[in-house]
Nanobody, 123 residues
Framework: QVQLVESGGGLVQAGGSLRLSCAASGRTVSRYAMGWFRQAPGKEREFVAAINWSGHSTYYADSVKGRFTISRDNAKNTVYLQMNSLKHEDTANYYC????????????????WGQGTQVTVSS
């Protein structure tokens, strides 16, 4: 089992920044690829960013490319999502997830999920 706990969400003005963290525990989490997803009220959960186990491969949704950066520190078992130039449409509950695959961009490919952290961007 892998346990994931997100933190760092909050209220920020449009154009501002936040950094989300995902602390992982359990099995050797450094061997898992990690992803961030988000879900706004009334909408499906959508892919935001993913990173492979070593951190050398990253993937982003077009809507966040150039504004968000995913990274990981395997020594700390933590994955980060740096979010800059935030927009009102980035408002959502953000989830961290882990997968046994090299890297994945769809919800069904992830095996473990955190409880989420709310990000609200005021316009």
């Amino acid at each position: 089992q892998v346990q994931l706990v997100e933190s760092g969400g909050g209220l920020v003005q449009a154009g501002g920044s936040l950094r989300l963290s995902c602390a992982a525990s359990g099995r050797t989490v450094s061997r898992y690829a990690m992803g961030w997803f988000r879900q706004a009220p009334g909408k499906e959960r959508e892919f935001v960013a993913a990173i492979n186990w070593s951190g050398h491969s990253t993937y982003y949704a077009d809507s966040v490319k150039g504004r968000f950066t995913i990274s990981r520190d395997n020594a700390k078992n933590t994955v980060y999502l740096q979010m800059n130039s935030l927009k009102h449409e980035d408002t959502a509950n953000y989830y961290c997830a882990a997968t046994n695959q090299f890297v994945a961009v769809s919800v069904r490919e992830y095996d473990y999920w955190g409880q989420g952290t709310q990000v609200t961007v005021s316009s």
